[in-house]
């Protein structure tokens, strides 16, 4: 199933298509045949979001997830923030995301919204224990509602904890919770896995999510990440879930989303032949 991931805001970050232009990106993502949008929501409350629900009503698409971190770029808001009242401002916002989720069956991304961890390296342990605990609220609140919260691991440049699909399982296996499970996005597992066939396959049963995009941010296809055998990798370990172009809007959103369903059509042979050897389906 093919996603693209699209802001409902204007937005700084920028690998998300149509920033601020919620109602268009539905249209193309009809227009080109994908299954599903990936929705970045900054304010839940906001009149932007509430126009986009509106248009998405009447697409027939999908919300494959909604991704969460413009709350940290935009308005600096984290789960590592020692300030209770950050924290709660922040929880009440994934509380309605999470209510917004459940309405859609869509997955919530919890990936640049864990911010950075502060200050001195002695303090770092604390600042982790509270993200753990913030999360494992979100991760409650979004099983009373049936839904799903993904890890995503991010590299180093952009935040200096959770980097590797190794560390994001640890951290999902400390929460204890069985309905939170990894997310995969090959521009950060390029620059931080020694291998992506593996860190696919160390996914295994908790890669619910995978995020595309080339080793240049732009669709896959147009760098040198090896998807052909990244598809059939995701076949063997028996993957079926979305595969979301999350794209720098390069040259323009319009090419770069066409660009890149072209591109994933293009794989579904290799994922095929890998799910199934036998040829039989
Ligand atoms: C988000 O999906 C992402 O990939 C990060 O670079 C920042 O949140
Ligand atoms: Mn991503």
């Given at each position: 199933?093919?996603?693209?991931?699209?802001?409902?805001?204007?937005?700084?970050?920028?690998?998300?298509?149509?920033?601020?232009?919620?109602?268009?990106?539905?249209?193309?993502?009809?227009?080109?045949?994908?299954?599903?949008?990936?929705?970045?929501?900054?304010?839940?409350?906001?009149?932007?979001?509430?126009?986009?629900?509106?248009?998405?009503?009447?697409?027939?698409?999908?919300?494959?997830?909604?991704?969460?971190?413009?709350?940290?770029?935009?308005?600096?808001?984290?789960?590592t923030d020692p300030s209770s009242s950050v924290r709660s401002v922040l929880a009440d916002r994934m509380k309605q995301i999470i209510e917004t989720a459940a309405a859609w069956n869509s997955y919530v991304v919890i990936g640049g919204?864990?911010?950075?961890?502060?200050?001195?390296?002695?303090?770092?342990?604390?600042?982790?224990?509270?993200?753990?605990?913030?999360?494992?609220?979100?991760?409650?609140?979004?099983?009373?509602a049936g839904v799903t919260l993904l890890i995503e691991p991010i590299n180093r440049y952009e935040t200096n904890f959770i980097n590797t699909v190794a560390e994001a399982i640890a951290f999902i296996d400390s929460l204890n919770c069985?309905?939170?499970?990894?997310?995969?996005?090959?521009?950060?597992?390029?620059?931080?896995?020694?291998?992506?066939?593996?860190?696919?396959?160390?996914?295994?049963?908790?890669?619910?999510?995978?995020?595309?995009?080339?080793?240049?941010?732009?669709?896959?296809?147009?760098?040198?990440?090896?998807?052909?055998?990244?598809?059939?990798?995701?076949?063997?370990?028996?993957?079926?879930?979305?595969?979301?172009?999350?794209?720098?809007?390069?040259?323009?959103?319009?090419?770069?989303?066409?660009?890149?369903?072209?591109?994933?059509?293009?794989?579904?042979?290799?994922?095929?032949?890998?799910?199934?050897?036998?040829?039989?389906?």
């Amino acid at each position: 199933m093919k996603s693209m991931a699209v802001s409902v805001e204007p937005t700084g970050f920028s690998p998300l298509l149509f920033p601020g232009e919620p109602e268009e990106a539905v249209k193309v993502a009809v227009e080109l045949g994908y299954d599903a949008v990936e929705l970045s929501v900054r304010d839940p409350t906001s009149g932007a979001f509430k126009s986009t629900k509106k248009a998405l009503h009447a697409s027939g698409l999908r919300v494959s997830a909604i991704a969460t971190g413009q709350s940290y770029y935009a308005d600096g808001l984290s789960p590592t923030d020692p300030s209770s009242s950050v924290r709660s401002v922040l929880a009440d916002r994934m509380k309605q995301i999470i209510e917004t989720a459940a309405a859609w069956n869509s997955y919530v991304v919890i990936g640049g919204i864990r911010g950075k961890l502060n200050g001195p390296e002695s303090s770092w342990g604390e600042q982790l224990e509270l993200a753990r605990s913030e999360i494992r609220g979100y991760a409650d609140v979004a099983r009373g509602a049936g839904v799903t919260l993904l890890i995503e691991p991010i590299n180093r440049y952009e935040t200096n904890f959770i980097n590797t699909v190794a560390e994001a399982i640890a951290f999902i296996d400390s929460l204890n919770c069985a309905n939170v499970g990894v997310l995969e996005d090959t521009f950060h597992m390029n620059i931080e896995e020694s291998s992506l066939d593996e860190a696919i396959a160390l996914g295994g049963a908790r890669l619910l999510y995978v995020h595309t995009a080339d080793s240049n941010r732009l669709a896959p296809g147009l760098g040198h990440v090896d998807f052909v055998s990244l598809a059939k990798t995701l076949g063997r370990v028996g993957y079926c879930g979305y595969l979301c172009a999350e794209i720098l809007p390069k040259p323009d959103s319009y090419t770069a989303a066409s660009k890149a369903v072209d591109y994933l059509r293009s794989l579904e042979p290799a994922f095929v032949a890998s799910t199934n050897p036998g040829g039989t389906r």
